[in-house]
Nanobody, 117 residues
Framework: VHVVESGGGLVQPGGSLRLSCAVS????????MSWYRQVPGKERELVAS????????DYASSVVGRFAISRDDALNTGYLQMNSLKPEDTGVYYC???????????WGQGTQVTVSS
């Protein structure tokens, strides 16, 4: 099983980034996918999630209207489009793939996002 995030970096406030999450070793289309972020000294927080059936999405209130989660099951890849970035969006962003009925929970290594002028 592999879960690999990419697309992080340094961006100015108001800028945009697109994170990708490439997976292999399991049937991605059956899994819910989420993005979390973590800053030093704080717990990992859920940013956005998308389910495996209807593609319904859910977002943390702090990112509604600015972030968009999506997935391409044919490519075994998930995405997080981040617009109008703010300094408080800074953190390490982790991709998670979860299949509750199987008890499977897979994480990537994280990608750093820094929003600063």
């Amino acid at each position: 099983v592999h879960v690999v995030e990419s697309g992080g970096g340094l961006v100015q406030p108001g800028g945009s980034l697109r994170l990708s999450c490439a997976v292999s070793g399991f049937t991605f289309s059956s899994y819910a996918m989420s993005w979390y972020r973590q800053v030093p000294g704080k717990e990992r927080e859920l940013v956005a999630s998308i389910n495996s059936d209807s593609g319904s999405t859910d977002y943390a209130s702090s990112v509604v209207g600015r972030f968009a989660i999506s997935r391409d099951d044919a490519l075994n890849t998930g995405y997080l489009q981040m617009n109008s970035l703010k300094p408080e969006d800074t953190g390490v962003y982790y991709c998670n793939a979860n299949l509750v009925v199987a008890g499977n929970d897979y994480w990537g290594q994280g990608t750093q996002v820094t929003v600063s002028s």
